[in-house]
């Protein structure tokens, strides 16, 4: 089993940084990276002939594009049995390849393996003895799958398409976020499973680590509502995701404070807007 590691990056060294120690730790050396750089000339330079040494790079030097485009333009150049959509912050588990490696063997026909998505690292014994794993539906890829958690057959691609390049971050839409859950709906309805493989761990930092970002909260939930409306999911459903915020309301904001509150209301009436919004178009 091979993976190809595709990152896009613009010149996020600590995070990269962190990105690859982890993938020089992983126990499962089979795979490489296949790197998108948007930086700055040369900034990448010193990290890239650091960790070289470790693990195979493909470098790809991009112009400033949305997420989605420049996912597009290096899915010509991946290789091996499985693409592994990673965010340039997010970062792995010591044993996350070796586990997964075992979950690509249980679910041949799957045409997505969805890593478990963790606020930081927990204690994890490497077992593949034990694979629990759950096959998701059109409803719940939305709160199971971020968007650096996401294992695709290397056949995808050719199956369904590309990335839709409305969606995403930097598209040249409204819809700043639901790329990732568009392309899982879209293997779904090909036919073929996408599958929670909850013993994978990946971490990405928590949204309360950040400082508060409303306007990004107002774009991701313009994303989420067109995901919702593109792919004709029931009135019901697009309503409980409009609701859901404010559930989150009585857990989050004893933890959290006053951003958690602001947060999760601005994400509410966003949803809201675009809810009526995107029907009456």
Not at 242 to 255: A, M
Not at 257 to 279: D, E
Request: charge should be positive; aromatic fraction near 12%; glycine fraction near 4%.
């Amino acid at each position: 089993m091979y993976f190809c590691v595709l990152i896009t990056t613009q010149g996020r060294l600590n995070y990269l940084e962190r990105l690859f120690e982890s993938l020089r730790q992983q126990t499962y050396q089979n795979f490489f990276v296949l790197l998108g750089d948007q930086s700055s000339d040369g900034e990448l330079d010193s990290l890239i002939s650091r960790y070289e040494k470790n693990f195979r790079i493909d470098r790809h030097i991009l112009p400033k594009m949305s997420l989605s485009a420049a996912r597009n333009a290096l899915l010509p150049f991946v290789e091996g049995e499985y693409i592994y959509f990673s965010d340039d912050d997010s970062y792995l588990a010591p044993s996350t390849f070796a586990i997964m490696t075992q979950y690509a063997l249980k679910w041949p026909q799957a045409g997505a393996l969805i890593g478990s998505g963790q606020s930081r690292p927990v204690s994890q014994n490497a077992r593949t003895d034990s694979l629990p794993n759950r096959e998701l539906s059109v409803y719940s890829v939305f709160k199971n799958c971020p968007s650096w958690c996401i294992f695709i057959k290397k056949n995808i691609p050719q199956l369904i398409g590309f990335f839709d390049e409305n969606i995403g971050v930097g598209a040249p839409t409204p819809w700043q976020s639901g790329e990732e859950t568009d392309y899982l709906l879209r293997i779904l309805t090909a036919g073929r499973p996408v599958v929670l493989c909850t013993n994978a761990h990946i971490f990405h930092d928590a949204e309360a680590n950040h400082p508060l970002n409303l306007d990004k909260t107002k774009s991701y939930s313009a994303g989420r509502m067109y995901t919702i409306k593109k792919h004709n999911l029931p009135t019901w459903f697009a309503i409980c995701n409009v609701l859901y915020p404010l559930l989150q309301i009585i857990s989050e904001v004893p933890r959290d404070g006053l951003p958690a509150l602001k947060r999760r209301i601005t994400m509410f009436f966003s949803r809201l807007y675009w809810l009526v919004k995107l029907a009456i178009k």
